[in-house]
């Protein structure tokens, strides 16, 4: 980022007034970074934004509720704080929203499928158009477009839609809403069948470890999830391709009109199973119908959090 110290420096201006900032910095090896909560001066020191800092930090606004939080977004993540605002799971008052424009970032599946080890990282440089990684003592270099993830090359809100504070200059882009849901067509394209079939087999590689739940800044049932709730017990400890599936049903249900799109479920899937494609499937007919976007105005209400007798793409009276 180039404007990494200008960033710091609105931080540390902030910081007093506030209990943690949450960030980025460095992680286990070269090639990942990991969250950073700041509380102290030098924690600052330690900040980190480039195209490694995938995770999206607003999943951790409504467990610090009630607290005085700062966080650093990029413009996906910000989508998502605005969602939690819109739904009372945090307060504007609590929080100090630090955004600036975003390049797009690395999608690690495509670096491990092309370099195979990453058990072994020693090393890893980035220019604005590569990524050098050394594992095993052996050089790779890639080209930055080829390794981005999907979501960014489509991205339409590149810059943070809300924030008190804004570094560097804004991201030009000229997606449209259609170029984010290109990846669908080949979907909508088959049978129901095929279809079912399709997600019955990409289901049945689930672990059921439910990382993509876990990582969902907008998943807040926390202890009181159906996926392992006992009274009632919706699904059972069997690995059985049928709770699988019901799960993520359940999931991209509670999502739906809801979901930013910023793809943690999928990036924390660790058998690579594509569910952002599930969600983006239930966007786009909230789209259609409601013409509506989670994730852009705090004072709008997501349309399944509303009622009407009568919709006006809805017609069921004359079913």
Known sequence: MKNLEDLKEQIRKA??????????????????????????EEDIDKLKVDALCVHNLATYLPGLKGKKVGIVVKGCDSRSVVELLQENLIKREDV???????NGVVDQTKIRSIIGDVGNIE?????????????????????L????????????????????????????????????????????????????????????????????RNACPMCVCRDHCVAQSRDPHWLSQ????????????????????????????????PVDIPILLFKKKFNKEIKEVFNYEAGLDPEATPPLLTFKNEEAKIKERDW
Not at 242 to 258: C, E, N, P, S
């Open 145 to 212: 477009d080829e390794v981005l993830s999907d979501k960014c090359k489509t991205c339409r809100y590149p810059n943070a839609v809300l924030s008190d504070h804004f570094t560097g200059e804004e991201v030009a882009t000229t997606a449209t809403f259609e170029d984010g849901y290109k990846d669908l067509e080949e979907f909508e394209a088959k049978s129901t069948e095929e279809k079912f079939a399709y997600w019955l087999g990409e289901m049945d590689r689930c672990i059921r470890c439910y990382a993509c």
């Open 238 to 269: 069997e690995a059985h391709v049928r709770d699988k599936w019901m799960f993520q049903v359940i999931h991209a249900y509670h999502l739906t009109g809801r979901c930013t799109e910023c793809g943690e479920c999928q990036r924390a899937c």
């Open 123 to 143: 090393a890893c440089e980035l220019t604005d158009k590569e990524v050098t990684v050394t594992a095993s003592g052996e050089v790779h270099k890639l080209a």
């Open 96 to 102: 100090t929203i630090f955004g600036f424009g975003c």
């Open 15 to 40: 910081l007093p007034e506030l209990d943690v900032v949450i960030g980025w910095t460095d992680s286990f090896d070269p090639l990942h970074a990991t969250p950073h909560f700041m509380r102290k």
